[in-house]
């Protein structure tokens, strides 16, 4: 088999053309390519007037492999590609006793839970949330203008916070586990296309199937998962951890536990709380303030694709956009959700919060993505250590205020943004967050910093993007919990400082952020977990 890289596609080439894009490549005729599939797919589109695709193939040849690569046509980048080896399958002799508790059921959570049981550990998984199917009842019901859940909302339940979400897999980070990852999704139900896109997504409709499937999974393998069952307190004896105290709707439980993995996201403030109660060294960490703005999907496609906007193979444009102020602040883009829908996030009662979400079709009227302002601990109320989250809260309680005290979020058009005055209503972009929006003026729900920073960087964005700043684009907010504005302070070993046992993974630990880059997080605490029990094997 050998790989080739950088072949240029049109956007209607039919799967059965692979084997003769390959033959073309190579300069072989069609019959001697036996196969040929895509590893890696993007869309280049810098140049508008000639969008297409750009491809790796992996080809399998009739011909002498190492003969065609020593006669490769000039500008062609191929090379033989290793068969995948085997990885045995490690197991422990038996299962642990007591069993590690797993606390969290986001990917983070999900991903440590799904590596311990295929182990043979038997882990305890506990969320405080509801099982996914439950969850989605009770925030869709949210949406519709219903009772809000302080357990079980956008935040917290099965799947974690990324359940309604775009379910973008993309991530910075470089870890073979990343490619564990979207095994186990695919495995699971994900669409197979995430193993070779650039930018691969699975839509919030195919994720809770997926999330499902993996509790499935753990739970098979002799895991247990226990909903609505929320850590309250982390019992410590000679130093390490010896039990965890949960609370559940029939009351408090304990079990003895020597590994914790502590995967509790970037909103368990009262968790947060527990853990700075206790000693665990929590520290301030950047984070960044801003509103999501909402425009056409098709005027992002004409900006991005310019005659070849609609075209079925295209979908619905992304964009990605960042600018540095001279005042020193950076403003991005964030989170872009093509053809998707503005959530209310709140995790807690009184509180207003932003985010984004698309099916996996990604075929919604409009466009939506955060737009965020940098902010760094010098910009916190005070130096304790979760100065940040009461910054995050003070304003989504002030958002839930300007919203009218109903969890609609205030929403302004971005001329009267720009402008600087409320806006009285809202244009022909109709915004899509439910249970609805308030027109008036963003610095009711944001720092004056954030906001200005917010206005001088549209127009600079416009310039990359055109149309970023059309008139009757909305802004929405406050988006505040794009990351953890607290970090878990992990030493070398990965474990918390100070106490042995306790594996803080994931956005909680302030060390990862994204789905993927959380769950390759969990993979590692799993690791760190099995090592210690049974390190001849791990
Ligand atoms: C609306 C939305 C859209 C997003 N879109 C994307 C996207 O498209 N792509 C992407 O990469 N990222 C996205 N993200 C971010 C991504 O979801 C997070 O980075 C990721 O989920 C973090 O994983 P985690 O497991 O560390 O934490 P979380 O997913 O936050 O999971 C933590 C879990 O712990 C549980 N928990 C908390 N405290 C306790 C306790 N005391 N006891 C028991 N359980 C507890 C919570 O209920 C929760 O289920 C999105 C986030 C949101 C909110």
């Known amino acids: 088999m050998i790989r080739i890289a950088n072949v240029k596609a049109p956007l209607d080439l039919a799967p059965d053309g692979l084997v ?85 059921a986001g990917p983070a959570g999900l991903f440590a839970a799904l590596a311990l049981a295929r182990a043979g550990a038997c882990p305890l998984l506990l969320e405080r949330g509801e099982d996914v199917q439950t969850r989605t009842q009770r925030v869709q019901a949210f949406f519709a203008g219903g009772a809000f859940s302080p357990q079980s909302n956008v935040q917290f339940g099965e799947g974690g916070a990324g359940t309604f979400s775009d379910g973008k897999l993309t991530t910075g ?6 490619r564990t990852v979207l095994d186990v999704f695919v495995s699971h139900g994900a669409p197979e296309e995430i193993l070779y896109q650039q930018k691969p997504h699975i839509g919030t409709d195919r994720l809770a199937a997926v999330v499902r499937g993996i509790r499935e999974e753990i739970v098979r393998l002799g895991g247990e998962v226990r909903f609505r069952a929320r850590l309250c ?78 075209h079925p193979a295209l979908g619905a444009a992304d964009y990605k956009l960042a600018v540095h102020l001279p005042s ?20 807690e009662a009184g509180g207003v919060v932003t985010n984004g979400m698309s099916a996996f079709a990604r075929d919604g009227e409009n466009a939506n993505s955060a737009l965020l302002v940098g902010i760094s601990p010098a910009d916190f ?23 009218g005290g109903d ?49 001088e960087a549209i127009p600079l964005l416009d310039r990359r993007l055109h149309g970023f700043a059309m008139p009757d684009a909305v802004l929405i907010g406050p988006e505040t919990r794009s990351s953890s504005p607290v970090r878990i302070l992990r030493g070398e070993d990965g474990q918390s400082v100070g106490l042995p046992g306790r594996e803080p993974a994931g956005e909680s630990a302030g060390y990862a952020g994204g789905i993927t880059s959380a769950a390759v997080d969990g993979l590692r605490a799993a690791e760190r977990v099995l090592h210690a029990l049974a390190p001849e094997t791990f």
């Open 20 to 104: 003769a894009l390959a033959a073309h490549r190579l300069n072989l005729p069609v019959q001697s390519v036996l196969s040929a599939r895509v590893a890696k797919k993007s869309v280049d589109a810098r140049d508008k007037r000639d969008v297409h695709f750009v491809l790796t193939l992996d080809v399998a040849l009739r011909a002498d492999e190492q003969r065609v690569l020593r006669r490769l046509p000039s500008g062609v980048q191929a090379s033989l590609l290793a068969p995948a080896k085997a990885v045995p399958s490690r197991r422990l002799a038996s299962a642990p006793q007591p069993r590690p508790v797993v606390v969290g």
């Open 173 to 178: 980070i470089k870890d073979p586990r990343c």
């Open 233 to 310: 307190a982390l019992h410590v004896r000679g130093g390490r951890v010896a039990a965890v105290a949960y609370e559940t709707p029939e009351g408090m439980r304990e079990e003895a536990a020597r590994a914790v993995v502590l995967a509790i996201g970037h909103s368990a403030r009262d968790t947060f709380e527990m853990l700075l109660d206790l000693g665990v060294p929590l520290q301030p960490k950047p984070f960044s303030l801003g509103a999501r703005i909402e425009h056409p999907q098709r005027v992002i496609d004409r900006a991005q694709y310019g005659a070849f906007a609609g």
């Open 328 to 347: 020193g602040r950076d403003v991005y883009t964030f989170c872009m959700c093509p053809g998707g829908e503005v959530v209310a996030a709140t995790s």
């Open 381 to 403: 109320p005070g130096d304790h250590p979760l100065a940040g989250m009461q910054l995050q809260r003070e304003w989504e309680r002030r958002a839930f205020r300007a919203g």
């Open 407 to 455: 969890y609609r979020a205030p929403a302004q058009r971005v001329e009267d943004f720009l402008l600087g005055r409320e806006s009285a209503a809202l244009g022909a972009v109709r915004p899509t967050y439910r249970p609805g929006v308030t027109p008036g003026d963003l610095r009711a729900c944001l720092p004056g910093f954030v906001t200005e920073a917010m206005r």
